[in-house]
């Protein structure tokens, strides 16, 4: 339903959202900006902060959707942070060293 809301079908979505979802597939002018807009990423977040008053409840599972992505690398960072500096190429490092490096 997130990568493209317009040909998703209503039936599988939860039932809170089946009549918002049909609202938003028959507007044939949030339609043409979502196609517009999803060429750009970074404008996906400009087309879901326009669908907040007209369609509230999919706006809010789109956000929750989207912060998804930023907390999870938010949290694999700091591991790969560690992998690399803890490789064959620094292997003098002690734990007590990852330990300040991931304080930092």
Do not use: W
Not at 23 to 37: G, I, P, T, Y
Not at 38 to 66: A, I, W, Y
Not at 68 to 79: D, E, H, Q, R
């Amino acid at each position: 339903m997130f990568a493209d809301p317009f040909f998703f079908d209503v039936q599988d979505a939860p039932p809170v959202l089946q009549m918002e979802l049909i609202d938003l597939q028959c507007n044939s002018e949030l339609k043409a900006k979502f196609r517009e807009m999803n060429r750009k990423v970074d404008m996906l977040g400009q087309f879901l902060r326009e669908l907040t008053h007209s369609l509230p409840e999919l706006s809010r599972m789109f956000k929750r959707t989207m912060c998804l992505f930023g907390s999870t690398y938010l949290c694999g960072k700091p591991f790969s942070t560690l992998r690399f500096n803890k490789s064959k190429y620094r292997s003098r490092l002690t734990d007590d060293h990852l330990q300040a490096i991931l304080r930092v």
